[in-house]
C-alpha cells in the first residue's frame, strides 16, 4: 500500500453555510485520503454532510477551512478559472440525476466536457467518444436524444460522459438512485469493470449493498467521519 499514489488528500476540512443569522457546521475536521486506483463508497444518513463533502472533492463548491489536494494540486489556493479547468480535467461525475442535456444527442452530450479541453483536439474527441460510449454498450444509440432513452440508458451516457476525458477520479453521487433492481446492478457493474481496469472511484450512497462494492467504507454522521474501515471481500450484492 505505500507504494500508491496518494489522488486526495483532506486536512481539517470545515464547511460552513451562512443564512441570515444561523451558522449550519455542514462539515467538521475531515481528514481524508484517497489512493489512486481505490474504490471508496460515502455513506450515512440523509443530511449528515456526504453529498457537501462530494462537492468539496469535485471543486463544485469550496471549503471554510482546512486543505485540499487533489493530485499535486491546492485546490483552496486556486481561482474559479483554474478550479473550472482541474475540474473538467481531474474529476468525472455521475449524478443520480443524469444530468443529460436534452436537446443534445448522446454523442453530444458525452464530448461537450471534452470540448472545453485544451488538450483535446476534435479527433481526439471522436475517438474519446466512441470508445466510452462503445465501453457502456450505448454506441448503437448515439444519435439518440436523453428522451429516447430508458433511465439505465441514461445513466450509461453519464458514465461514459464520466469516463470519456480520462479522469483521475469518478465522483458518482447516489447514481442507482433513480433505477428500478436490474438497472441499478447493471451501472453497479459497470463501476465494478471500470475499478477493475483501473479506474478510482468514489461514490455516495445510502444503500448498504451498493456501498459493499467498494473497497472502503466511509461512514459520515453529523458532518463528521465516525468510521473508515476496509470492506472484506466476499460480501459484495450478488
Known sequence: MSNQQTLIELNS???????????????SNIELSINAGEYISISGPSGCGKSTLLSILGLLDTVTNGQYQLNGHQVASLNATQRARIRNKEVG?????????SDLTVEENVA????????????????????ALEKVDMAHRANHFPS????????????ARA??????????????????????????????????????ICM???DPRSAKRAQRLVEILDGKVIADNPIARGVQAA
Open 204 to 206: 455516495v450512497t445510502h
Open 93 to 101: 461525475f455521475i449524478f443520480q440525476s443524469f444530468n443529460l442535456i
Open 163 to 200: 469516463i470519456a476525458g480520462n479522469p483521475s477520479i469518478i465522483l458518482a453521487d447516489e447514481p442507482t438512485g433513480n433505477l428500478d433492481s436490474k438497472n441499478a446492478e447493471a451501472v453497479m457493474s459497470l463501476l465494478d469493470e471500470l475499478h477493475r481496469e483501473g479506474a478510482t
Open 112 to 131: 461537450l466536457p471534452l470540448t472545453y479541453r485544451d488538450d483535446f483536439s476534435s479527433q481526439d474527441i471522436d475517438k474519446a467518444v466512441k470508445e
Open 13 to 27: 476540512i470545515q464547511k460552513v453555510f451562512f443564512t441570515d443569522e444561523v451558522e449550519t457546521h455542514a462539515l
Open 148 to 159: 429516447q432513452l430508458s433511465g439505465g440508458q441514461q445513466q450509461r451516457v453519464a458514465v
